[in-house]
């Protein structure tokens, strides 16, 4: 079936606007990831769903940044009043739920903040 | 938490030699070692992966191992070509199972010249 997807690709936004960022995971997995990755850098990790356990969001770098899972799907990363400190590619990854732990990465969605 | 280290940073190698990633992790807990493999303006794609019971892993010119007592794992990419010049990351699972969030090292820019 298909990949993970996250739209959008792109996004160019003034600094204080939000931006919603979505990640679509490959069907019937469980565990979801959210990377940064700033320009030449290495994966940052963010936040971590795994199916209905609480979400692990040490990774988080301030109240700015935040992430739901609906429906154990589909999901959104939200940063508030966004800084150009944030401007990265923002990866998302899901995994399958039967314990063999390989993680699909999508594309990213590039953010700048101008 | 955990922590990965990966080196070098960066590789270059030519055409047909031999080229050797090293990672090392700190949680003793972690059991699931991913490589992934980057090409520019890609998401990471994931190449091979081990768990805790096995010591060596190979497939075609790729091949991991892994040293539980020095925890330390390694990728070896054998008759390099130039379509393998790209950034590789190491990773490690933490947490509990194999579904366990995965910390990544910070990557190593492979350049093999023809």
């Known amino acids: 079936g298909a990949g993970v997807s996250q739209s959008p690709s792109n996004k160019v936004t003034e600094k204080g606007k939000d931006v919603e960022l979505r990640c679509d995971p490959i069907?019937?997995?469980?565990?979801l990831y959210w990377y940064r990755q700033s320009l030449g850098q290495g994966l940052e990790f963010l936040i971590y769903f795994q199916g209905n356990s609480a979400p692990d969001k040490s990774g988080l770098p301030s109240d700015r940044f935040s992430a739901e899972r609906t429906g154990g799907s589909v999901s959104t990363l939200t940063i508030q009043r966004t800084q150009q400190e944030d401007s990265a590619v923002y990866l998302c990854?899901?995994?399958?739920?039967?314990?063999?732990?390989?993680?699909?990465f999508g594309q990213g969605t590039r953010l700048t903040v101008v | 938490g955990e922590n990965v280290e990966q080196h070098p940073s960066t590789l270059s190698v030519q055409e047909g030699d031999s080229a050797v990633i090293k990672c090392t992790y700190s949680d003793s807990a972690s059991n699931y070692f991913p490589w992934y493999k980057q090409e520019l303006g890609k998401g990471p794609q994931l190449i091979i992966d081990i768990r805790s019971n096995v010591g060596e892993k190979k497939d075609q010119r790729i091949a991991v191992t892994l040293n539980k007592t020095a925890k330390h794992f390694s990728l070896h990419i054998t008759e390099t070509q130039p379509e393998d010049s790209a950034v590789y990351f190491c990773a490690a699972s933490i947490g509990v199972g194999s579904q366990g969030n995965l910390i990544f090292g910070k990557g190593t820019k492979l350049s093999v010249k023809p």
């Open positions: 069907s019937g997995h469980t565990a």
């Open positions: 990854a899901s995994s399958p739920m039967t314990g063999r732990g390989e993680a699909f």
